[in-house]
């Protein structure tokens, strides 16, 4: 059976119901989806043209996504290869139509927003270009590099040891990331190989292994608790 046709109130086009939205059951909306959606993406563009108007939404969208609940997912999401390609594939045919329409602002404009959050976030902007650099460093070493310290687990390594140094016992502000066994020896970039360190004792320490740490390190046990730093 042939789909029922309707005459769009907008374009004036005769169409299948298929292509027109529903407005209740068995009501159908005057205007096609096709009219639908370029008056929606007309609307969004005057919206954003308001300077207000973006920092509201990105406000909303940063207040949104620092929800431990948001990171949760789009770390669910970066590990499914299947989400990625449809992802991808979406995006470069949204980006291929001809009524694509860019609604982000000028690149001097995002310079400074992204300079703004860095300030905003410095502690936090910090703590991932370590997170990088010791994973950078692991791996063209060839011990560890798919090593990984979370943030979460970075914030539980610290709390066990009662926001002190490992090696020096003071209490420290912003404590650095000391690898028991060094990368430069073969020590892995992960939770069990990794202690809190005041800079000072980080770099005394260079690259030296404490006492019976790598024999704990392969028994699989951590390189260095409160518990057992002087065992």
């Not at 404009?109 to 950078?136: C, P």
């Not at 892995?188 to 190989?193: A, E, F, G, K, T």
Request: hydrophobic share 25%; proline share 8%; net charge positive.
């Amino acid at each position: 059976m042939a789909d029922p046709l309707k005459t769009c109130r907008k374009c004036g086009e005769t169409k299948p119901l298929s292509g027109f939205s529903r407005n209740g059951p068995g009501v159908w909306r005057p205007e096609c989806k096709a009219c639908r959606n370029a008056a929606k993406r007309a609307r969004h563009a005057e919206r954003m043209a308001d300077p207000d108007y973006r920092d509201r939404k990105r406000a909303a969208a940063e207040r949104h996504n620092a929800t431990e609940g948001a990171r949760q997912r789009k770390r669910e999401w970066k590990d499914c290869p299947e989400y990625r390609a449809r992802e991808a594939a979406a995006q470069g045919a949204r980006r291929e139509a001809p009524d694509f329409v860019r609604h982000r602002p000028p690149l001097e404009v995002e310079r400074e927003q992204a300079k703004a959050r860095r300030e905003r976030n410095l502690d936090h902007y910090r703590q991932r270009e370590r997170e990088r650099s010791h994973r950078r460093r692991a791996a063209k070493r060839g011990n560890g590099g798919a090593g990984q310290v979370t943030d979460a687990e970075w914030r539980a390594i610290v709390s066990a040891w009662d926001g002190r140094c490992a090696h020096c016992g003071e209490p420290v502000e912003a404590p650095t990331q000391d690898h028991v066994v060094p990368l430069s020896k073969g020590g892995p970039h992960d939770p069990l190989n990794v202690v809190p360190s005041c800079a000072p004792c980080n770099l005394a320490k260079y690259d030296h292994e404490p006492e019976g740490a790598r024999q704990r390190l392969d028994a699989g046990l951590p390189a260095m608790t409160p518990e057992n730093q002087h065992g």
